[in-house]
Nanobody, 134 residues
């Protein structure tokens, strides 16, 4: 069964940290760029970060730069999103998605952000809730 599974979400106090994992089954992440997205209640989906498969180049949206770090472990077919200095505005459901050709991650900086359309990505995970609250 081909799927992406996110894990690592939870409740954390402001200033705290979480590490999200995005693990692939049924296919290899080696051939896909991976993006992390989030959606808060009443808000549009937002592209948070992505990592290319060819050169491991990364992109971060401005609001998370310096606080979030994306990385890839090929041996575990997993992409991580380390989130530090979490703020209440980071509260959302976080999703990962596989970009088969890496085009949307490569062009994110030039385009002013990641493409968030569902049909642009080959696979999506089910999401994991991150809540930042005291």
């Amino acid at each position: 069964q081909v799927q992406l599974v996110e894990s690592g979400g939870g409740l954390v106090q402001p200033g705290g940290s979480l590490r999200l994992s995005c693990t692939a089954s049924g296919f290899s992440l080696d051939y896909y760029a991976i993006g992390w997205f989030r959606q808060a209640p009443g808000k549009e989906r937002e592209g948070v970060s992505c990592i290319n498969n060819s050169d491991n180049n990364t992109y971060y949206t401005d609001s998370v730069k310096g606080r979030f770090t994306i990385s890839r472990d090929k041996a575990k077919s997993t992409v991580y999103l380390q989130m530090d200095s979490l703020q209440s505005d980071d509260t959302a459901v976080y999703y990962c998605a596989a970009d088969q050709f890496g085009a949307y991650c490569r062009t994110a900086r030039v385009m002013g952000g990641m493409n968030t359309a569902s049909d642009k990505y080959a696979y999506w995970g089910q999401g994991t809730q991150v809540t930042v609250s005291s």
